[in-house]
């Protein structure tokens, strides 16, 4: 058995890399797991449907500049935290700590080096985060999503991939051409709005939107508004094409499930380190990238027509979740 603790969250693209190796994981061995989360963030909704332990702690990022006024109560925060980590890891005795980056996998990360515990770490997007970079100094193993992220570190780092989440397998039928449209994890309401224009002009096609339940009034009959989509790879297999941001993992996942699309970055992204990931779509030829201040109705219009018009050719490929889940057993049985 393996006892690991694992940090990884409050977007979706930081939890699902790291709840994907836990399920390979399990495959290979039992496994004891201890979860820190952020108090209210997503992963403590999603992770309700888990047997795994879960500690919730009280912390917020960094605002930007670093030395803003603001940061005072955070940092605060986030030194409580850490003594809450080091008794929790102290308590359950891990064999190893596992982080994919965003602001609680600093405590976590830095604490299990404090005590001398393994401690592995997962970045998702091309230019990596402030967290991982630092706890890279520290870290026994790094794993990266995409070669172009090497450069970013001064160390050897793992091109493991980014491991992709499949928690469903139900086939999903559709009649018409359909097309998905995703904003990240808390959704978008720039491709909402988006979304709605579409769909009063391309009446032949069906589109699904994972809105993020945000406010949308769009009473097109074809356009179908889900809250929050539960099983992904079930939508990601079953559409003609996609229209989403360029958070990292939803692009690893539409890599994964070769999904052609239009990948339109969030602007607001720290380093615009949404448009380095999303030019891994262009780099692999499945579809274009929008940025917002250029876009065109009809030419994503003319755009959609083409990429739906792709034949959808699904080759399983070896889910990066299982490389890092085999580097785990490796490290703990040594
Ligand atoms: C605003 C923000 O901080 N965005 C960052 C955050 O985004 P965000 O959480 O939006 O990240 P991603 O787009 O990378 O991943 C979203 C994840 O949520 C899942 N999903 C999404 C919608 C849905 O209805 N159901 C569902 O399960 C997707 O399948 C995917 O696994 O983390 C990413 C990975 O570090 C970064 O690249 C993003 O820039």
């Excluded at 491991?163 to 995703?182: A, G, M, Q, Y």
């Excluded at 032949?204 to 769009?218: M, N, P, Q, V, W």
Aim: charged fraction near 25%.
């Amino acid at each position: 058995m393996i006892k690991i603790a694992v940090a990884g969250g409050v977007t979706g693209g930081h939890l699902y890399p790291a709840l994907a190796v836990l399920s390979e994981l399990q495959k290979i061995t039992t496994i004891d797991v201890l979860y820190f989360t952020v108090k209210g963030k997503l992963e403590e909704k999603v992770l309700k449907k888990y047997t795994y332990k879960t500690v919730s702690l009280d912390v917020k990022g960094l605002v930007r500049p670093i030395y803003s006024f603001a940061n005072i109560s955070r940092i605060l925060k986030i030194i409580n935290a850490q003594k809450t980590v080091k008794k929790t890891l102290k308590d359950f005795k891990p064999d190893i700590v596992f982080v994919t980056g965003g602001y609680i996998s600093y405590p976590v990360g830095i604490i299990a080096k404090k005590l001398r515990i393994p401690l592995f770490i997962h970045e998702q997007n091309v230019i990596p985060g402030l967290t991982n970079l630092r706890l890279s100094k520290v870290a026994d193993k790094v794993f990266v999503s995409f070669k172009s992220s090497k450069k970013y570190f001064k160390r050897k780092v793992i091109v493991s991939g980014n491991p992709i989440f499949i928690n469903e397998n139900k086939k999903i039928r559709l009649d018409k051409k359909t097309i998905l449209v995703v904003g990240g994890s808390g959704g978008s309401e720039f491709l909402n709005k988006l979304t709605c224009d579409l769909s009063k002009k391309m009446k032949d096609f069906h589109f699904i939107l994972s809105s993020g339940g945000k406010e949308l009034y769009c009473s097109e009959e074809n356009i179908e508004i889900k809250k929050y989509i539960e099983n992904m790879a079930d939508y990601y297999k079953a559409v003609n094409c996609a229209i989403t941001r360029a958070g990292a993992t939803t692009i690893s996942e539409l890599l994964y499930f070769q999904v052609p699309s239009i990948v339109i970055p969030w602007e607001g992204a720290t380093e615009s380190h949404q448009l380095e990931n999303a030019k891994e779509i262009e780099k692999n030829n499945l579809g274009f990238v929008i940025r917002e201040k250029n876009l065109d109705l009809e030419d994503v219009i003319n755009k959609l027509i083409v990429l739906s018009n792709k034949t959808r050719n699904f080759k399983k490929l070896e889910n990066p979740a299982k490389i890092i889940a085999k580097e785990i057993v490796k490290e703990v049985l040594k």
